[in-house]
């Protein structure tokens, strides 16, 4: 299994606060993705990094923001949760730019908003 | 095949049989193939995956099918054990590893 590590695994909180999940990769990878996952829907995708404090948006990135201080941690926070951010939020890394490659996962976050 | 809507389609086979799973792909651009399979509760695990510039491509006990005619993906497994219940799905690449994702197939293996 590709050595990536998502925390927490599992998270309960109230509309209004702020969340912050982290991705933590052993590989040295250079890329970086983070994805949500919701019935009827395929991973789509929020945010990805490309190297240290590069980073750019995904197709559903309205209400996230991210962060890539060190080549291991890749960070996605939600600066005031919302209902609709309830979702399980996946990380993925990749070695290569050619998109040739598979994206490797974590195992997942589950992200509750009440 | 992927589904579009809450409620995944679902494949039954007895332990043994080969499974077929089906995906279409929606770019026509797209060069890239994957297919992943995924137990509740972990992460996508990657399976298997294929350039547009193959048509079929043999794993361990997994064969792809590409038929970019039709944008049809097909993803083969033989002997079909019970550990390989899951769900699985395709995604296309297009662009810089900017995958696009299916919703997934359940298959539900009986011993």
């Known amino acids: 299994d590709a050595g990536i590590t998502q925390s927490p695994r599992h998270k309960v909180t109230e509309t209004g606060t702020p969340v912050t999940l982290r991705c933590h990769q052993t590989?040295?990878?250079?890329?970086m993705y983070w994805y949500r996952q919701d019935p009827g829907h395929g991973l789509r995708l929020i945010h990805y990094s490309y190297g240290v404090k590069d980073t750019d948006k995904g197709e559903v990135s309205d209400g996230y923001s991210v962060s890539r201080s060190k080549t291991e941690d890749f960070l996605l926070t939600l600066e005031s949760a919302t209902s609709s951010q309830t979702s399980v939020y996946f990380c993925?890394?990749?070695?290569?730019?050619?998109?040739?490659?598979?994206?490797?996962f974590g195992d997942g976050t589950r992200l509750s908003i009440l | 095949g992927e589904s579009v809507g809450l409620h995944l389609p679902t494949l039954s086979v007895q332990e043994g049989d080969n499974s077929i799973i089906n995906c279409a792909y929606s770019?026509?651009?797209?060069?890239?193939f994957i297919w992943y399979k995924q137990e509740s509760g972990k992460g996508p695990q990657f399976i298997i995956d294929i350039r547009s510039n193959m048509d079929k491509r043999q794993g361990q006990r997994v064969t792809v099918l590409l038929n970019k005619t039709v944008k049809h993906l097909s993803l083969q497994i033989a002997a079909t054990q019970p550990g390989d219940s899951a769900v699985y799905f395709c995604?296309?690449?297009?662009?810089?590893?900017?995958?696009?994702f299916g919703t997934g197939t359940r298959l539900l293996v009986s011993p």
């Open positions: 770019n026509s651009a797209s060069d890239y």
């Open positions: 993925a890394i990749s070695a290569l730019r050619d998109s040739n490659q598979p994206q490797h």
């Open positions: 995604a296309e690449g297009r662009g810089f590893q900017k995958l696009v």
């Open positions: 590989e040295n990878h250079r890329y």
